[in-house]
């Protein structure tokens, strides 16, 4: 059965960093379209970053850009993402994802985690 279990959330500062972890296993994350979603308190789920299952393309949302890096270690069926220069807008629980088509979209992929608290608070 497919799973994915993220890892790495906590409490942090404004300003610092955190590297979130989705280990994943029944579905191998080198061919599928990847992502990580947040939902903020008061707020609709909404993607943070994907990498495209055809060619890599590789998109930010407006608010990360410059700050979140997505990656995905194929030998350990791994996806991550690195935060830096958190601000409380931030807050929210993450979740990672992955999928077959293409696009990335909450009602696109095919499995989800269950989510990690990030909360960024001074």
């Known amino acids: 059965q497919v799973q994915l279990v993220e890892s790495g959330g906590g409490l942090v500062h404004p300003g610092g960093s955190l590297r979130l972890s989705c280990a994943a296993s029944g579905v191998t994350l080198d061919t599928s379209t990847i992502g990580w979603f947040r939902q903020a308190p008061g707020h609709m789920r909404d993607v943070v970053s994907c990498?495209?299952?055809?060619?890599?393309?590789?998109k930010y949302a407006d608010s990360v850009k410059g700050r979140f890096t997505i990656s995905r270690d194929n030998v350990k069926n791994t996806m991550y993402l690195q935060m830096n220069d958190l601000n409380p807008d931030d807050t929210a629980v993450y979740y990672c994802?992955?999928?077959?088509?293409?696009?990335?979209?909450?009602?696109?992929?095919?499995?989800w985690g269950k989510g990690t608290l990030v909360t960024v608070s001074s």
């Open positions: 994802a992955a999928g077959r088509l293409q696009n990335c979209g909450q009602f696109l992929m095919d499995y």
């Open positions: 990498i495209s299952r055809r060619g890599g393309v590789t």
